[in-house]
């Protein structure tokens, strides 16, 4: 019962985290587009009540006219009714940690620990997990600060600190498990942005307002950097908060490459259309994260060798013992594997016939990607896998 109730835990607060995630992009996005848009005040009368750019624009039926105040209006109190955009960022970040605890931490054992990369008790491998986390916030930080007058060094710095935490961490976890924490940290350092920096700094302008004091404008800019950032970072998040449906991406040798080339592309692809708001068509950009992507495929598409002459023919003898101890235990119709109520994605794995339906699918997952078993859990070996795809290339004949 217990695996049963996790898995609507599961998708609950999944549905929740995706939810908080679009109301937190979406807002992002639209402000970082507003701001790209904004003209100067057409009337001296707002230019001079400090009014720094205005936008008109059409949408549900209605005009909008938004106007932006870099320290508030001049000649009239600032309104009561401001509506602060910190919950959907909360939200998204408390929610994805739940996600990482229900399934990662939960899950150590088989979702979190991959001994092949390193031998970790599940205490240990939890520890690792809530201080990466911790660090990366405070090393990102720090190169901030200390980097503060010089933006092309800090995006030099923190780029060089994403790649090494991604390095690290798939040297530590599985694969599947490196991808999501990078994702997590990366989360962490947006959301602490809007909860350390961006919303205290317009909270110290607006206390400096209410006071009738000219607001310093420094906490401002500094949320303006850190905002920045953000969006730079929203799509790299995205694919990550994907990934685990790609093995082929993380489960290689190079998977943290893999990782570090589609995030590449995910920025250059966030940079062309930010450019676009300034009516800046540079198509060299998403080109050119095109030719990342496409030079990261082939370079991490599966070789299968060429069938060897005179092969020994594997029947399904051989493979039907490997399936039931490595895999029909999680992916059967009444799973045996700790943890699991139903089987993963709805494969089965637990008749000749369901073996051969899959054939395929088990040739990518666990010949080819050797996603599978997770965290190779039931400890198949390289030379199970080989039987499995020499069945496979010749033909997945079954009884």
Not at 256 to 282: E, S
Not at 328 to 349: D, N, R
């Amino acid at each position: 019962m217990l695996p049963y109730v996790l898995d609507w835990l599961n998708l609950l607060i999944r549905w929740f985290h995706f939810v908080a995630g679009i109301s937190w992009i979406g807002a992002s996005f639209f402000f970082i587009w507003l701001d790209n848009h904004l003209v100067a005040p057409a009337a001296a009368a707002d230019a001079a009540n400090g009014v720094s750019g205005e936008l008109w624009s059409v949408h549900g039926g209605g005009f909008y006219h938004n106007q932006k105040y870099l320290t508030g209006p001049k000649n009239e109190p600032l309104t009561e009714h401001l509506h602060w955009f910190k919950w959907e960022a909360y939200s998204t970040w408390i929610s994805g940690m739940a996600m990482l605890a229900l399934i990662y931490w939960v899950g150590a054992d088989t979702f979190l620990i991959d001994k092949s990369v390193m031998v970790l008790t599940p205490a240990s491998a939890i520890l690792i997990s809530i201080a990466s986390l911790i660090l990366g916030w405070l090393i990102y930080d720090a190169l901030c600060r200390l980097l503060a007058g010089s933006p092309r060094a800090l995006a030099v710095a923190i780029s060089l600190f994403l790649l090494a935490a991604d390095w690290g961490l798939f040297h530590v976890f599985g694969a599947r498990a490196a991808y999501i924490h990078v994702g997590a940290i990366v989360g962490t350092i947006m959301v602490a942005n809007v909860f350390f920096v961006i919303i205290p700094g317009q909270k110290k302008m607006l206390a400096q307002i209410r006071a009738g004091r000219q607001p310093d404008p420094r906490p401002g800019q500094l949320g303006k950097i850190r905002s920045v950032h953000n969006t730079y970072l929203t799509l790299p998040v995205l694919f990550i908060m994907i990934s685990n449906h790609y093995p082929m991406t993380y489960q290689n040798a190079n998977g943290w490459l893999v990782l570090a080339a589609i995030a590449v592309a995910g920025v250059l692809v966030r940079y062309f259309f930010v450019l676009t708001h300034k009516q800046k068509l540079v198509i060299g950009l998403p080109v050119a994260a095109l030719a990342i992507l496409a030079i990261t495929a082939i370079a991490i598409a599966p070789r299968q060798p060429a069938p060897a002459a005179n092969a020994p023919i594997v029947t399904f003898a051989a493979v039907g013992p490997i399936v039931a101890q490595r895999c029909a235990v999680c992916h059967a119709a009444h799973p045996t594997q700790a943890g699991f109520a139903t089987a993963p994605a709805g494969v089965l794995l637990d008749t000749p016939a369901h073996i051969a339906a899959n054939a395929q699918r088990i040739r990518m997952q666990a010949v080819d990607a050797k996603a599978m078993p997770l965290g190779n859990v039931t400890g198949m070996t390289d030379a199970e896998r080989a039987t499995l795809g020499a069945w496979i290339s010749q033909g997945a004949k079954t009884p």
